[in-house]
């Protein structure tokens, strides 16, 4: 049996599981979670391994998520959608424009399972899943109990939701359901899509110019692996920031409707002349510094002594601290991704 969980990460790392199960059906999922449970071994579930960096072998088995399966509901002011959760989340985007339905255009090329998107409330150029998602339904995976959870108990924030709790972890994601609206507003906010005509613009061509943005400015996984933005971006205190700024004047940064300021991780990292820094095989990517990529077979530890020298980097000329967005995957179980780099 193949172990080797190299093709099911991103990040293309070598490690192996004792088994990986793919599964498509919620019945799959529960049994294969229970065997593992009953002989007494660790059990993750996985969707395409496109956040999460694996530290060691896992000592248990990966459950692969490719439940499928995609229904549409037409109603007088939007389109309901019952989504598997492991359906691929772009070709989710895509086939509903192909349907005529707009709404997620900006989050297109996100990599990644449609069940994984509520976990870290997925956004790019300017929305995120949380303005769409209807509800997440999940299963207890200790008591097999099946239940569903509305977009306020999700809990959504920046790159966050209730699906990242500890008490959380033994929760299964089975499907999502998105409610996109007919009354449809183009979100041009961010990058080439400020140039856009709101008037005239189509979800179509927004989601053309959003794939070659992306196309342009991140790496592909298949030619260097990586996970996306290794780090968040950091929200400081506003007295915090206006410290800051009284250094740092050209700091680019977005207000917070709480007050607080985001900064851009990416950009402090560039400050620190850190763009194609290589620690092993790991190396900041040339074109946007808030991705590590594995450039030459890089190891979980290159990667993880890369993401430390930056964090010390940045922490010591700006006394910010980022905090990996990736999940670190250990042995048993998921550990603390912050005390790994700290
Ligand atoms: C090139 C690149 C670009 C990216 N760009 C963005 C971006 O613009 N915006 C953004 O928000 N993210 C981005 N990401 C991150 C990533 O795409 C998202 O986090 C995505 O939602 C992860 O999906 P996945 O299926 O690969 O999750 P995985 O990496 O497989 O899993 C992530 C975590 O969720 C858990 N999990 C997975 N499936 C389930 C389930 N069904 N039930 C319960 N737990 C589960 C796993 O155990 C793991 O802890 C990018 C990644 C890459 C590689």
């Given at each position: 049996m193949n172990t080797s969980l190299k093709s099911f990460n991103t990040f293309g790392i070598q490690a192996?599981?004792?088994?990986?199960?793919v599964v498509e059906s919620v019945n799959e999922l529960?049994?294969?979670?229970?065997?593992?449970?009953?002989?007494?071994?660790?059990?993750?579930i996985l969707g395409e391994g496109s956040n999460v960096?694996?530290?060691?072998?896992?000592?248990?088995?990966?459950?692969?998520?490719?439940?499928?399966?995609?229904?549409?509901?037409?109603q007088d002011d939007a389109w309901l959608l019952h989504i598997g959760a492991g359906e691929n989340w772009h070709q989710l985007v895509e086939k509903t424009l192909q349907r005529g339905i707009p709404g997620l255009e900006n989050l297109a090329l996100i990599p990644g399972c449609a069940g994984s998107a509520p976990i870290q409330n997925i956004g790019a150029y300017g929305v995120e899943i949380k303005q769409v998602c209807q509800y997440v339904d999940c299963i207890d995976?200790?008591?097999?109990?099946?239940?569903?959870?509305?977009?306020?108990?999700?809990?959504?924030?920046?790159?966050?939701?209730i699906f990242k709790r500890a008490d959380y972890k033994h929760y299964a994601i089975v499907a999502v359901g998105l409610r996109l609206t007919k009354a449809w507003q183009?979100?041009?906010t961010y990058g080439s899509l400020t140039q856009l005509d709101p008037k005239t613009v189509s979800a179509q061509k927004i989601f053309d110019c959003v794939c070659e943005m992306r196309r342009s400015k991140l790496p592909d996984p298949k030619v260097n692996g990586n996970a996306g933005s290794f780090f968040k971006n950091p929200v400081i205190a506003t007295e915090q920031a206006q410290a800051l700024f009284a250094h740092y004047s050209n700091v680019p940064?977005?207000?917070q409707p709480d007050g607080q300021v985001k900064l851009a991780a990416g950009w402090l990292i560039d400050q620190c002349q850190l763009k194609g820094y290589r620690m092993g095989g790991a190396?900041?990517?040339r074109q946007q510094a808030l991705v590590i990529i594995n450039e030459d077979n890089a190891s979980s530890e290159d990667i993880v002594a890369l993401a430390h020298y930056?964090?010390?980097?940045?922490?010591?000329?700006?006394?910010v601290w980022l905090e990996p967005e990736v999940r670190f995957i250990g042995t048993n179980q998921e550990v603390n991704a912050l005390e790994a780099i700290a």
């Amino acid at each position: 049996m193949n172990t080797s969980l190299k093709s099911f990460n991103t990040f293309g790392i070598q490690a192996n599981a004792k088994r990986i199960t793919v599964v498509e059906s919620v019945n799959e999922l529960a049994g294969a979670w229970a065997d593992a449970i009953s002989n007494k071994q660790p059990a993750m579930i996985l969707g395409e391994g496109s956040n999460v960096l694996f530290l060691s072998d896992f000592d248990g088995t990966v459950i692969v998520n490719r439940i499928k399966g995609i229904e549409v509901t037409e109603q007088d002011d939007a389109w309901l959608l019952h989504i598997g959760a492991g359906e691929n989340w772009h070709q989710l985007v895509e086939k509903t424009l192909q349907r005529g339905i707009p709404g997620l255009e900006n989050l297109a090329l996100i990599p990644g399972c449609a069940g994984s998107a509520p976990i870290q409330n997925i956004g790019a150029y300017g929305v995120e899943i949380k303005q769409v998602c209807q509800y997440v339904d999940c299963i207890d995976l200790n008591s097999g109990q099946a239940l569903r959870l509305d977009s306020e108990q999700c809990q959504f924030g920046y790159r966050e939701s209730i699906f990242k709790r500890a008490d959380y972890k033994h929760y299964a994601i089975v499907a999502v359901g998105l409610r996109l609206t007919k009354a449809w507003q183009p979100v041009l906010t961010y990058g080439s899509l400020t140039q856009l005509d709101p008037k005239t613009v189509s979800a179509q061509k927004i989601f053309d110019c959003v794939c070659e943005m992306r196309r342009s400015k991140l790496p592909d996984p298949k030619v260097n692996g990586n996970a996306g933005s290794f780090f968040k971006n950091p929200v400081i205190a506003t007295e915090q920031a206006q410290a800051l700024f009284a250094h740092y004047s050209n700091v680019p940064h977005y207000l917070q409707p709480d007050g607080q300021v985001k900064l851009a991780a990416g950009w402090l990292i560039d400050q620190c002349q850190l763009k194609g820094y290589r620690m092993g095989g790991a190396a900041v990517h040339r074109q946007q510094a808030l991705v590590i990529i594995n450039e030459d077979n890089a190891s979980s530890e290159d990667i993880v002594a890369l993401a430390h020298y930056i964090r010390q980097q940045v922490g010591n000329k700006f006394n910010v601290w980022l905090e990996p967005e990736v999940r670190f995957i250990g042995t048993n179980q998921e550990v603390n991704a912050l005390e790994a780099i700290a």
